[in-house]
Every structure is written in structure tokens, then in C-alpha cells.
Nanobody, 117 residues
Framework: VQLQASGGGLVQAGGSLTLSCVGP????????MGWYRQAPGHERELVAR??????????DYADSVKGRFTISGEDVGNAVILQMNNLKPDDTAVYYC?????????WGQGTLVTVSS
């Protein structure tokens, strides 16, 4: 499973960036797709995800990004977009998109987001 991520860059605090991740269609057993991030000296943390359930899809966000970030997708398993608004210096990190299928996470290459104060 290959994931292609794009959209990172340098932005001033208060600015916006959009991250995109494209994965393959028709991944067997796919349950979720989303983004993690890892800042220097910190562990990788979940940022946002779309979960594919029996009653449809739902979204989940880290508390630190609620109200500022929005995750969306055409459908789980194709593309997922992370719209990041009102960025803060603490959002500086390498962002990794992932896809989870049959209890296994597949990762895209990281994309660096740098927010200057």
C-alpha cells in the first residue's frame, strides 16, 4: 500500500496550510485514514482521522487541533485532506498520513510543516 503525501511548507503563525494524501482504492479491510505528526524530541501523535464504520464514516481530532483543523476525504481509501487553519508554532512537525487496514498501519512519507512565530 503506497500513500503519497504533499502540501507541507513554511507559514507564519495564524496562517493556513492544506495537506493532501492519496492512497489506493479498494484496499481490503480498510478501517481508517488520517494524519499523525512528530515534532523534534516528541513522540508521534495522532492529529486527525476518518474512521469507516458500519453506520458511515466519522472523524476524530486531537484536542490541540480541534476547531482549527478539518479532515475530509472523497471516500476512505482514496484521498484525505487536512485543512489546517490558525496555525501555531507548536504545530511545527513532520506530518505523516496513514491508512489502516486489517489492523496494520501503512505510512506515507512525511511532509514538514514549519510555523514561524
Amino acid at each position: 500500500v503506497q500513500l503519497q503525501a504533499s502540501g507541507g511548507g513554511l507559514v507564519q503563525a495564524g496562517g493556513s496550510l492544506t495537506l493532501s494524501c492519496v492512497g489506493p482504492r479498494n484496499v481490503f479491510g480498510l478501517t481508517e485514514m488520517g494524519w499523525y505528526r512528530q515534532a523534534p524530541g516528541h513522540e508521534r501523535e495522532l492529529v486527525a482521522r476518518i474512521i469507516d464504520g458500519e453506520d458511515g464514516s466519522s472523524t476524530d481530532y486531537a484536542d490541540s487541533v480541534k476547531g482549527r483543523f478539518t479532515i475530509s476525504g472523497e471516500d476512505v481509501g482514496n484521498a484525505v485532506i487536512l485543512q489546517m487553519n490558525n496555525l501555531k508554532p507548536d504545530d511545527t512537525a513532520v506530518y505523516y498520513c496513514y491508512l489502516r487496514a486489517l489492523a496494520t498501519n501503512y505510512w506515507g512519507q512525511g511532509t514538514l510543516v514549519t510555523v514561524s512565530s
